[in-house]
């Protein structure tokens, strides 16, 4: 997924942004140690902030790793922790939707705290590399699995794979990656990422696009 911001999204992402400012303030943390500790800069956390710019998945990562809360929290949700029988349940349409660069995200489950794993449906609208400054690049391990249409998933270290409707591919998300629809219409996708560490810094992705 791709690291880079994208421009000013609609009303959500003002919400966040007062949600990501909350969370650092009930720290008493500064712009700048916030920033160090999310491994974001201070101009990225200012602009999320002020709902500037709509984060990418991997710079949501970075910013609740950092302040040490769940995704879920930064969209309205109190999510729940339970010993055992841990269950949530999101019906169609339900999950909380956040839209960046090349991608129409609804996050799943997110009534759920400390999950192992962070489920998204994902509708892919970008069909260039060219809607991506850079690799999407983090710790952990990612499951990719096309609802419809289809997907040409680009990497570092693998020629491009092409993916339709059924297709799945599970890789280590610390390698650099970007997915692009195919198909004429923009593709659907179940997303899955395991939780991760501070995300490492990206590569260009300009050698992909030769």
Not at 116 to 124: E, K, S, T, V
Request: proline share 4%; aromatic share 6%.
């Amino acid at each position: 997924m791709d690291t880079h911001l994208s421009k000013p999204a609609d009303p959500s992402t003002t919400d966040l942004g007062r949600r990501v400012r909350a969370a650092r303030q009930a720290q008493d943390l500064t712009l700048e140690t916030a920033s160090r500790l999310c491994g974001v800069s201070r101009s990225t956390l200012s602009k999320v902030e002020n709902g500037l710019m709509s984060p990418t998945f991997d710079v949501l990562q970075k910013i609740v790793l950092g302040l040490k809360i769940e995704i879920g929290e930064l969209f309205g949700s109190t999510p729940k922790v339970s010993a055992s029988g841990r269950r949530a349940l999101t019906r169609k349409n339900e999950g909380q939707r956040h839209a960046y660069r090349g991608y129409q995200m609804e996050l799943l489950a997110t009534d759920l705290a400390h999950k192992a794993m962070l489920p998204f449906r994902i509708r892919i609208s970008a069909h260039t590399l060219d809607a991506f400054d850079d690799w999407g690049r983090h710790e952990g391990e990612e499951f990719l699995y096309v609802i419809s249409g289809s997907v040409c998933l680009y990497s570092e270290l693998y020629a491009p794979t092409h993916l339709n409707a059924g297709d799945s591919l599970y890789f280590d998300s610390r390698t650099g990656h970007a997915a692009v629809s195919t198909s004429e219409e923009d593709a659907e996708v179940l997303w899955m990422a395991t939780s991760a560490d501070i995300p490492q810094t990206p590569v260009t992705i300009e050698s992909t696009k030769k």
